[in-house]
């Protein structure tokens, strides 16, 4: 029940092109949904974050779309650049005081230029 | 300028040996954490404090010894130290209380010969 499950494992893009990132998640006391992007030799940096109040949400090129009835979110990224290649981890947390946060299997993003 | 700092960025050791990895961080954080990621890049929670207080003290050996000699630091003690211990070990901040954005260190890569 605390597992996040997230996919595919790696994604090829083209320059230009929408990257897609899927998670899934079982436990419903979640109520915060945050990506991470995580450059080679960098610790993962907050990207985008959502709370399930809201269907979806947009900041640049990045959107997170969630669908709480099937316990789902989702990263996209619109016009893919090479400097947006990464690990992508979604992430989800539950309110109260220790913040802990569950994290994806991640997805190593590559886009061509 | 660097929020999140661990030292050192990398440690090549032999097993059995005891190992100290250290952490600060200059964003006035109340709350500081340590993560291990493994070979296949995932990232798990292995401890959290609160104003030098424990808070989440998952799954993990006693052989690894967390210190918080103040809300700015927390330093994380591995003693005889074994193969399964190669990872990279993050340290990361963020605000008291739940849903809150964690900002991550760089990293310590941990080498067991």
């Known amino acids: 029940q605390q597992q996040v499950k997230q996919s595919p494992q790696s994604l090829i893009v083209q320059k230009g092109g929408i990257s897609i990132i899927n998670c899934a998640y079982e436990n419903t006391a979640f109520d915060y949904f945050p990506w991470y992007q995580q450059f080679p030799g960098k610790g993962p940096a907050l990207l985008i974050a959502i709370r399930p109040d809201v269907s979806e949400k947009k900041e640049g090129r990045f959107t997170i779309s969630f669908n709480k009835s099937a316990k789902q979110f989702s990263l996209h990224i619109m016009d893919s650049q090479p400097g947006d290649s990464a690990t992508y981890f979604c992430a989800a947390s539950m309110s109260g005081a220790t913040n802990k946060l569950i994290f994806g299997t991640g997805t190593l993003l590559a886009v061509q230029p | 300028d660097t929020a999140v700092s661990q030292t050192p960025k990398y440690l090549v050791t032999q097993m059995g040996n005891d190992k100290s990895i250290k952490c600060e961080q200059n964003l006035g954080h109340d709350t500081m954490y340590w993560y291990k990621q493994d070979s296949k890049k995932f990232l798990k929670i292995m401890f959290s404090?609160?104003?030098?207080?424990?808070?989440i003290n998952e799954t993990v050996p006693n052989r690894f010894s967390p210190k918080s000699p103040d809300k700015a630091h927390l330093n994380l003690h591995i003693n005889s130290l074994e193969l399964g211990d190669s990872a990279v070990y993050f340290c990361?901040?963020?605000?008291?209380?739940?849903?809150?954005?964690?900002?991550f260190g760089d990293g310590t890569r941990l080498s067991i010969l």
């Open positions: 990361a901040s963020s605000p008291a209380g739940g849903n809150q954005p964690q900002h």
């Open positions: 404090y609160n104003n030098k207080e424990l808070i």
